[in-house]
């Protein structure tokens, strides 16, 4: 399919969507980010899993896919040779490696989507034939549940079209947002580790009612439900964190105290902290 041909249709709605579902989609990795965005792909039913073929060296990741009707191999070459959107979902330091292997059989009919930490646009461009369009994106592990947010920057050869196309596939998947390329970085920090910072906050969270008595099977339970809950009202109530936080705190309250507590042991330095630290490494991995 030639993208620039127009895949790019109107609808009911005054912006305009892709027609994805013919599309041949790839995966070039088959670990945890790749089964979460073609997770995500595949639940929104706009492309058939049969459309999606994905590689990697050993059939360990594999049979996940496969069992969801995705093709498997173990050529990477065969992904791109099938597809004309390519998913480059290995670890960073594999990078290098995988273009040089395939990059004698993308064309200018291919678009290359690098989900690699770190990894710039221009080190992409540079391993690729000249005139591919690479667009980065950087997701995070609930996009596996449709509740993912990703932040996508186009290359020198991408643009509007691609951004299009992308936005639509990846919608489903969760908040898609297009930036320049050096916001990528920070939406590492903020948001592809931030999960696991969260996952830490949770940890203390039930550890605290632990401490306090709650078996702990309860408390994991109820954290993961008091964050879930936070989120959504965050999310769909359009106020500031700060707003909400005062909603919580009645004067001489339980949640005074305890927010004390917290800036008593740094907690807002601590978690700018773990942002500016995670910005930083992914800045580190794309010095070449
Ligand atoms: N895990 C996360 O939450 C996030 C990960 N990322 C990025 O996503 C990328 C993938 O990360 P994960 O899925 O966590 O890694 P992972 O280790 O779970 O998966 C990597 C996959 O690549 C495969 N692989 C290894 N060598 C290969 C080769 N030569 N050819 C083809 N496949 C090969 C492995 O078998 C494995 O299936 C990384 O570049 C990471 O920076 C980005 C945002 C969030
Ligand atoms: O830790 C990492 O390097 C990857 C990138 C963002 C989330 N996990």
Known sequence: ????????????????????????????????????????????????????????????????????????????????????????????????????????????????????AGITLETLEELLPAGTRVIRIMPNLPCMLLEGALLLACG???????????????????????GPEHWIDAHVGLSGSGVAFVYVFAEALADG????????????????????GAGVLLRDSGKFPAELKAEVCTPGGTTIHGIHALEKGGFRAATMGAVEAATERARELGKK
């Open 1 to 116: 399919m030639n993208l620039s041909e127009s895949s790019v249709r109107s609808s009911d709605s005054p912006a305009l969507q892709c027609d994805v579902s013919q599309l041949k989609i790839g995966f070039i990795g088959a670990g945890n980010m790749a089964f979460g965005i073609a997770q995500g792909i595949i639940a929104s039913g706009k492309v058939p899993p049969s459309n999606i073929t994905i590689s990697a060296p050993s059939m360990n990741n594999l049979p996940r896919f496969q069992e969801r009707g995705v093709s498997i191999t173990h050529a990477n070459d065969e992904v791109v040779d099938r597809s004309r959107l390519v998913f480059l979902a290995v670890k960073p330091h594999l990078v290098p490696k995988v273009l040089n292997g395939i990059s004698g059989n993308v064309t200018q009919e291919h678009i290359i989507v690098s989900m690699a």
């Open 156 to 178: 020198s050869c991408a643009g509007q079209e691609e951004e299009t196309l992308l936005k639509a596939l990846l919608g489903p998947c969760g908040l898609v947002e297009a």
């Open 209 to 228: 009612a632990v401490k306090m008595g709650m078996p702990s099977a309860l408390a994991r339970r109820i954290a993961a439900q008091t964050i879930l």
